[in-house]
């Protein structure tokens, strides 16, 4: 009964999706008369593409694929460079390496690139700032950072800035840091950048101000799901619990 019941619940998702999205209409007749078999046959070529198109559903997946095969960017990566030892290819290692948190391995990479002729480039130069972030060289990080000459667009200059801020932060620099963030906060895409100077707010002594960011970071996620919400969900968690000292 249960099975029956599915069926026809997954019959009528196809059937509408088929109406609205304009399919061929012998879909219909597959979903109709072979009510398991056509709907599963329609979901895989009609609908499953599109959910793939999502950014989210997109995240998911290659989490999947991360989690049973972790190494295997890298691993393709290597094997790459290994058949053409191009500049494309080294990219693409230490950017794989980089996705790893393999940033020792990355900077080597990276520096040995943007040394390289025509390998010079603002992208690359910005990973390359990213990875010493990340591997505790703040001071070489903010000196790479400061030799980005080109003008990104206004999306790539706030990344840049967001990574400037963090650094400051790191070196001491806390009103530095906090004046970058004020101006870039509300342009960022995502709850991490507003957490990021909640906390600094919080390590400054300045809990209103806190305050204010993390009820902002709760009404962004109000409506969102897991999905959407995907690995921000530990910084979601520390939002909730640090808004909740603040009440107490």
């Not at 960017?73 to 030892?85: K, P, S």
């Not at 390359?128 to 206004?154: C, I, K, N, T, W």
């Not at 400037?164 to 101006?183: G, M």
Request: aromatic share 6%.
């Amino acid at each position: 009964m249960h099975f029956f019941i599915i069926t026809v619940l997954i019959q009528i998702i196809c059937v509408v999706h088929l109406i609205k999205s304009g399919a061929n209409k012998l879909w219909l007749t597959a979903i109709i008369f072979l009510p398991f078999a056509g709907s599963a046959a329609y979901f895989l070529v009609e609908i499953l593409p599109g959910l793939m198109g999502n950014k989210h559903m997109r995240h998911a997946k290659k989490k999947t694929l991360n989690t049973i095969d972790p190494d295997k960017d890298v691993r393709l990566a290597r094997e790459r460079l290994e058949i053409t030892d191009s500049l494309a290819n080294r990219i693409a290692l230490a950017d794989a390496l980089a996705e790893r948190d393999e940033h020792k391995q990355a900077i080597e990479l990276y520096q040995e690139i943007i040394a390289s002729p025509q390998g010079w480039d603002g992208n690359t130069a910005f990973k390359y700032a990213s990875s010493l972030f990340q591997d505790g060289q703040f001071a070489a990080a903010l000196e790479m950072l400061e030799r980005l000459d080109d003008e990104p667009v206004e999306s790539e200059l706030n990344r840049r800035l967001l990574l400037r801020a963090r650094i400051l932060e790191h070196l001491d620099r806390n009103q530095d840091a906090a004046d970058i963030f004020v101006t870039i906060v509300d342009k960022l895409s995502g709850i991490e950048p507003r957490c990021l100077y909640a906390a600094l707010l919080l390590k400054m002594g300045r809990n209103d101000e806190a305050r204010a960011q993390l009820q902002e970071t709760l009404k962004e996620t109000k409506l969102m799901d897991r999905i959407q919400i995907g690995d921000d969900q530990l910084i979601l968690d520390w939002a909730k619990a640090e808004l909740k000292k603040l009440k107490i």
